[in-house]
């Protein structure tokens, strides 16, 4: 798994960008996340990676003949660690390409950050097994978890067109919706309108249809990791899930955080991936040596929630949940890319996996609000003095991410950013 071109990741490794030398920076120059750009509205997105408070127009600084994401995604994993090379060389203290590199950066502050990538096909996972097993004790708190799950990485097909930016809004979604006491639905707003923290999952090189991805082969299709928000409408989900899953309950928003964080910059966060006594190993299909070895990753996520009175007083908000990628999911990354390929269907570059809802193992590291308010039972309290079962319009939720591990410098994922608006008025 590590050759020569797979370091970068010293901590000892400093830029002439003085802003990423700043232990406080997401964005070191041991990170170097690829992400899309724009100076204003209505020009062209253009490739950039992040460094320190900067964002670097590799196109300009010569490192791309051009600045097609869709290309970019599909280079071998050997290309792309030789480009994280030339730019590590680059952005280095002393480079002697400084003067090359100096014109092609930009201030993030000064630009429009968009989505990493066009986004192809988005399939949403449920590998959050503490998530899966709470919200299942709710509705069966005998048998909370359904007897596939620890078998099968479960997942549904989502909807790609309503994915948006970090920072973009939305309207609270309409549906259908029925008390349990009603003789029959009625279309309204959501009253139960929730976040889910997940990761996404960007897939770089395709496959061919009817082709497997082995799970050895899996993590060269994945070109990195970001922050996801699967906003739900729990009411809508309630009354439209059975017999075929969530449908209108999930696709009317979700928003993704603007840097894919590549795997290269992940490595010294890998983490070993076990089942624990008693739990079933894995078909082989989805075991491997490496995968046990370090498939899992240790990232730390949390949620933050801004309320309108909260912005408008300058507050950033509190943090109510705080938990772990490694902790949080049954299955690894390349479980994901090996059984979504087995029966031989094809991803291609830029299609995106939500990871499912990444909740800790303790109640108050939740990863949603159903699971924080118990079923909207037991109200949330904020340090305004506000409370929340749901989300109220004009509230904000932010997810963080980062890695941290003595010995390494510590790398962020930026943050993934989204509004609640009111529902559209109109007829019905
Ligand atoms: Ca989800």
């Not at 006491?181 to 090189?205: M, T, V």
């Not at 990753?297 to 490694?326: K, Y």
Request: proline share 7%; glycine share 10%; aromatic share 10%.
């Amino acid at each position: 798994m590590t050759d020569s071109l797979t370091d970068g990741n010293d901590p000892a490794l400093r830029s002439w960008v003085a802003s990423a030398n700043d232990p406080a920076s997401e964005f070191p120059i041991q990170n170097l996340p690829f992400g899309r750009f724009r100076r204003s509205e209505g020009e062209p997105w253009r490739i950039g990676v992040a460094i320190g408070d900067q964002v670097l127009d590799i196109e300009a600084a010569g490192l791309l003949p051009h600045g097609d994401m869709k290309r970019l995604l599909r280079v071998s994993p050997y290309e792309r660690r030789v480009l994280r090379r030339q730019m590590l060389d680059g952005l280095q203290e002393g480079s002697t390409e400084r003067g090359k590199f100096e014109p092609a950066l930009l201030p993030q502050s000064q630009v429009q950050l968009g989505l990493p990538c066009d986004i192809g096909d988005y399939t949403d996972f449920y590998v959050g097994i503490h998530h899966a097993t709470a919200v299942g004790k709710q509705f069966r708190p005998d048998s909370p978890l359904l007897p596939n799950y620890k078998w099968v990485p479960i997942g549904y097909h989502g909807r790609a067109s309503t994915i948006n930016a970090s920072g973009a809004s939305f309207h609270r979604p309409k549906g259908q919706t029925k008390a349990p006491d009603a003789a029959q639905p009625a279309l309204n707003p959501s009253a139960r309108l929730d976040f889910e923290l997940e990761l996404g999952i960007f897939i770089g090189r395709p496959n061919v249809q009817g082709q497997p991805v082995t799970i050895e082969e899996a993590e060269d299709h994945v070109f990195g990791l970001a922050l996801f928000n699967d906003w739900s409408a729990r009411d809508l989900q309630a009354w439209e899930y059975q017999p075929l899953g969530p449908f209108l309950s999930k696709n009317f928003a979700s928003t993704v955080s603007p840097w894919m964080v590549t795997l290269e910059a992940l490595a010294p966060f890998r983490k070993p991936w076990s089942r624990a006594e008693g739990e079933p190993d894995p078909l082989p299909y989805l075991d491997s040596e490496a995968n046990r070895a370090g498939g899992a990753f240790d990232i730390q996520l949390e949620v933050w929630l801004q309320t309108a009175q909260m912005a408008r007083a300058g507050h950033a908000g509190d943090c109510i949940s705080r938990s772990n990628f490694a902790d949080a999911a049954y299955w690894t990354v390349a479980q994901l890319v090996a059984h979504h390929t087995v029966n031989g269907c094809s991803l291609q570059s830029g299609d995106l996996f939500g990871s499912g809802t990444l909740s800790g193992p303790r109640p108050e590291q939740a990863g949603s609000l159903l699971e924080l308010s118990q079923g909207g039972k037991q109200r949330i309290e904020l340090s305004s003095g506000e409370q929340r079962t749901f989300l109220q319009d004009g509230d904000t939720v932010i997810l963080r991410g980062f890695c941290e591990r003595p010995g390494y410098r510590r790398i962020g994922f930026g943050e993934c950013r989204g509004t609640v608006l009111p529902a559209y008025i109109t007829h019905g």
